[in-house]
């Protein structure tokens, strides 16, 4: 989990560098080594502004040529705590906002889920490999060659070769 005690903290900028464990965020240990996440606070009296930076590197496979690389990602996102009745009484044009609700008793902020979603976020959806862009990719195949036969589909070519002549 990814939680920043928020009890003593007085309002003003607060800055911090964590680095969790794939475990911590619960996203794949075989894919991601190496997070760490800087968070910035902007304290109010009511409201915290929490802007998350986060980094990686991720393992990935090539979409071109399947094989396997890593590759550093970044990623931020911001997210406001606000008391409920300020979520409830939000105008329409901000309902899709990440507000979260932040009551007075609250002594930590858990941002666990803005991490692994600004992380996961980052992976790029297409996966090429250095190098891979210009690998030649064969996009045509043409028509197979009727003299050369592979040897695994011999046995099956002779037989119907011999049905061909019982059955003219």
């Known amino acids: 989990m990814v939680r920043i005690d928020i009890h003593t903290l007085k309002p003003g900028v607060h800055e911090f560098d964590l680095a969790p464990s794939a475990e911590d965020l619960d996203v794949d240990v075989d894919q991601f080594q190496d997070i760490s996440i800087h968070v910035r606070l902007e304290m109010s009296r ?17 979409d071109r040529t399947l094989v396997a690389f890593t590759q550093p990602i970044t990623g931020s996102f911001g997210v406001l705590f606000a008391p409920p009745e300020t979520i409830e009484n939000l ?6 906002d990440d507000i979260r609700p932040l009551s007075e008793s ?13 992380l996961l976020l980052s992976v790029p959806v297409r996966k090429v490999a250095p190098g891979a862009e210009d690998a030649e990719i064969p996009t ?20 119907r070769d011999q049905m061909n002549k019982d059955n003219p």
Do not use: K, Q
């Open 106 to 118: 609250d002594e930590y902020i858990d941002l666990t889920d803005v991490a692994r979603d600004t």
């Open 140 to 159: 045509t195949f043409g028509e197979p060659d009727e003299t050369e036969i592979d040897p695994r589909w011999a046995e099956l070519a002779r037989i």
């Open 91 to 96: 105008e329409p044009e901000h309902e899709g």
């Open 46 to 62: 009511r409201n915290i502004m929490a802007m998350l930076s986060t980094r990686a590197t991720v393992r990935l496979e090539c």
